[in-house]
């Protein structure tokens, strides 16, 4: 196998059927050795919580198939941690798109002063990200991915669109057993001309909260697959 990328969470692999084999890691994003999805560097390691992420992964692809939604995801080996999936190309150097059902993280470090921690988003708020930790993983618009050629308006709306579907599939799922998911982060690839959802749902990249509490990767793995 041919290594391809290096990446905060997971290594990416070239394999020899013309696929992907993305290898999951320990490492998770956050800061000063405390979680947060939001966060765009990698600020702890947890044990065993690649393997976790893979499993609520493949758990949550299957769930998309069979509910008519097209991903990437082909085939897992739990045990050691990998994941085959369909070549993709990804925009620009790689996109961040981000689902908010509640406002809190670092949306509350941008808009605090018009909105408190805590409040329901109805319907769903989509933002998009460049991956680029030297500039903080800065935002980015609908217009400006089109004016950077990165990606057009109506592959925008493709993926908005599947943003929501698929964050309303997670939520209610989550809420079959106490949960409230209050953000969740995708990555969009196109195959073939055809936008689709990349890289993993994984427990380590969504916040989600029990009772009011947060909880934490390896725990939220355990309550999603242990029902």
Known sequence: ?????????????????GNVMLKFKDDCTGKDGVFDPGENSVGLTIDGIG???????????????????????VGADIENATMEVLPATVF??????????????????????YIADGTKIENGYVECTFKNDEKGD????????????????????SMKEQTLKITKIVADDLKT??????????????????VILIDEIASGNMRV?????????????????NR
């Open 51 to 73: 393997k976790a992420n893979l499993e609520t992964s493949v758990y949550y692809f299957e769930m998309l198939k069979k509910a008519g939604i097209k991903t990437h995801y």
């Open 1 to 17: 196998m041919e290594k391809v990328y290096t990446g905060k969470t997971k290594d990416v692999y070239k394999l020899e059927n």
């Open 138 to 157: 800065p935002l980015v618009t609908s217009e400006g991915l089109e004016v950077l050629g990165v990606m057009d308006q109506k592959m925008f709306a």
């Open 92 to 113: 620009g150097h790689g996109l961040e798109v981000i689902c908010r059902l509640v406002a809190t993280g670092s949306f509350i470090r941008r808009y605090g002063e």
């Open 177 to 194: 057993i106490g949960l409230d998911l209050w953000d969740i982060k995708f990555e969009f690839g196109y195959n073939n001309g055809e």
């Open 209 to 225: 909260y029990k009772d009011g509490t947060i909880v934490d990767p390896v725990e939220l793995t355990k309550l999603i697959l």
